[in-house]
């Protein structure tokens, strides 16, 4: 039985935020945005208290800025924005990508193309989080569906950005961003905590970008006497631009293998019923898992063998599990609040036996069980 | 079992920090589990201001309020708007100075307290007139959620030096739950 002292009852943004800080967050840089301000209202207030630096930038473009030059220095580092300040970053992000330099950009999806509808939910931004930022690019993108996995989920998302050296995606959206629920916060070395691989080398020997290490370099921090060249260009293992076709390729070709070579300590997804051959599977994320869940219990309790695949890592994608999950089914459902975008992966991984049809809803309320009850009736 | 409590009026007058309270006060203290969620928005500020909580023992799948068991009304707006989506056999407590017409349409009891004039006349302070009316549901989860649990939540969560107030409130919302139950 827990301590009450260790029971929260808190809003998916403050515990996003309590879950940063549990994983070690020490900097925070961003500019508030519905429906993610919360998240920065809460660490301006603990960062500081917690021996930590809090700063609100000028902009989302400067705040990503800053979180990169942060993490450079050691420091494990987040932003938090939503739909229009995610268009912005989308440079930046690419930045971190190619420089290899970890970092967890928290993005709670709002309504609509440009500033739509600030105060609705949305699931739309499942392709930006994808292709957001030009050129091919490793991405990891983690979804939380509930006020205690924003803690959970955003403590794994700053391991995976670590480990790998590469910017993860903290795919939230309003209602679980704004709802509250009891959160148990764990005791300090409860959950795991890992941290980016440190140079074991002396400062003279030190290249940061040195593939006799394996896919993910170490990386040093800026200010502990190791000096070394960061860009956006192309570079070798110094650092500094080439124009060296043979390393561009070798290069990028090893950016996107540090996540294709992992999947499978990547991909976390949450099954119900799915080892019951099921006939009809619904496949979702976020806070639309939800909804789904109701449904295919109730489903059930009519008897039509239903089974969900919850997709706690939307990106990279589980095509595997996808895969399995349906190798039986008759149809697959894609409930999203958005006007089709998972599904054209669902598609592409399902069984080719199987109809695949979305749900979709964009008119700023949430998808209830019995849309999706009555989608899988008239298919059926 | 899945129980669904609407709170609703204008904003200012308290019923998010009420939906909060009762759903700290369901999974916190009484360790069931509760969503709490409430309207977001231009709305929330001035216009109309709802806050719902679900409570159950169950883990909670969808988060929003389907069927009311008890709607709270502490205006005409609100009771227009929402009392159709109250269960059968479920619960509607009105303002009675703020909702004057209470027809509905199915079968639901009404129950009609002067939560705003209790507050600023009897209890002296126009604010915790959210307070009166969590005493009053208090009683009516009829134990679903146990009313020391809720007053101990409002202690946690009430600014520091108003404590005395807020459980003045609460209990005469209580008691006023109880003379209209006779």
């Known amino acids: 039985m827990s301590k009450k002292s260790d029971l929260k009852f808190m809003s998916g943004n403050e515990a996003c935020a309590e879950g940063a800080l549990y994983a070690g967050l020490t900097f925070f840089a961003g500019y508030p945005i519905t429906p993610s301000s919360e998240i920065a209202e809460y660490l301006s207030a603990q960062l500081p208290k917690r021996g930590g630096v809090f700063i609100q930038m000028e902009d989302e473009i400067a705040s990503m800025g800053a979180v990169i030059g942060a993490s450079l220095t050691g420091a494990k580092s987040m932003t938090a924005t939503s739909g229009p300040g995610f268009s912005l970053k989308q440079e930046h992000i690419g930045f971190a990508c190619i420089a290899e330099v970890p970092c967890v950009v928290v993005n709670v999806q709002r309504g609509g193309p440009s500033t739509g509808f600030p105060t609705g939910p949305s699931q739309s931004d499942v392709m930006q989080a994808r292709w957001g930022t030009h050129g091919d690019h490793p991405v990891i993108a983690v979804s939380p569906t509930t006020v205690e996995e924003c803690f959970t989920e955003v403590v794994r998302a700053f391991n995976l950005a670590e480990k790998y050296r590469n910017p993860v995606i903290f795919l939230m959206d309003e209602i679980i961003g704004h709802m509250r629920e009891k959160v148990r916060i764990p005791e300090p070395g409860e959950l795991e905590i890992l941290s980016r691989p440190r140079p074991t080398v002396p400062p003279e020997k030190y290249k940061p970008y040195d593939e006799s290490f394996g896919d993910i ?32 390729q070798r290069t990028e070709e090893r950016l996107l293998r540090k996540i294709e070579a992992n999947k499978e300590d990547i991909i976390k997804v949450v099954d119900m019923y799915a080892d019951d051959s099921p006939e009809v599977v619904v496949i979702t994320f976020g806070a639309t898992v939800r909804s789904a869940r109701a449904a295919v219990r109730t489903l059930r309790d009519t008897g039509v063998k239903a089974a969900l695949l919850a997709l706690y890592t939307v990106w990279p994608f589980p095509e595997t599990q996808v895969r399995e999950v349906t190798e039986k089914a008759k149809l697959v459902v894609v409930p999203e609040l958005n006007l089709g975008q998972l599904i054209y992966e669902v598609e592409r991984c399902a069984s080719a036996d199987a109809k695949v049809v979305g749900v979709n809803k964009i008119n700023t309320e949430p998808i209830t069980p019995v849309e999706i009850i009555n989608k899988v009736k008239e298919e059926l | 079992m899945r129980y669904e409590v609407r709170l609703s009026g204008e904003g200012g007058q308290g019923l998010i920090l009420a939906g909060i309270i009762l759903g700290e006060a369901a999974s916190v203290y009484d360790n069931l589990h509760a969503v709490q969620t409430q309207s977001y928005g231009p709305e929330a500020r001035g216009g109309a201001s709802k806050s719902e909580v679900i409570i159950s023992d169950e883990p909670i799948d969808y988060p929003k309020v389907q069927e009311a068991d008890i709607l709270l009304a502490f205006t005409q707006e609100s009771f227009d708007k929402y009392s159709p989506d109250v269960k059968e056999g479920g619960l509607i407590i009105v303002d009675s100075d703020g909702v004057k017409r209470t027809s509905a349409q199915k079968n639901v009891q009404i129950i009609s307290i002067p939560f705003l004039r209790t507050a600023a006349e009897e209890i002296g302070r126009a604010i915790v007139a959210n307070m009166i009316a969590l005493g009053t549901i ?35 919302g209580r008691q006023l739950y109880k003379e209209r139950k006779g």
């Open chain 1, 217 to 248: 370099p170490p990386m040093a921090a800026y200010g502990e006497g190791y000096r070394f060249h960061v860009t956006g260009l192309n570079h070798d293992e110094t650092g500094f631009p080439t124009n060296n076709g043979k390393i561009i």
């Open chain 2, 138 to 172: 208090a009683e009516a989860l009829e134990g679903r959620v146990k009313p020391e649990s809720i007053e101990k939540a409002i202690l946690a969560r009430v600014p520091k030096g108003t404590e005395d107030l807020n459980k003045r409130a609460f209990d005469r």
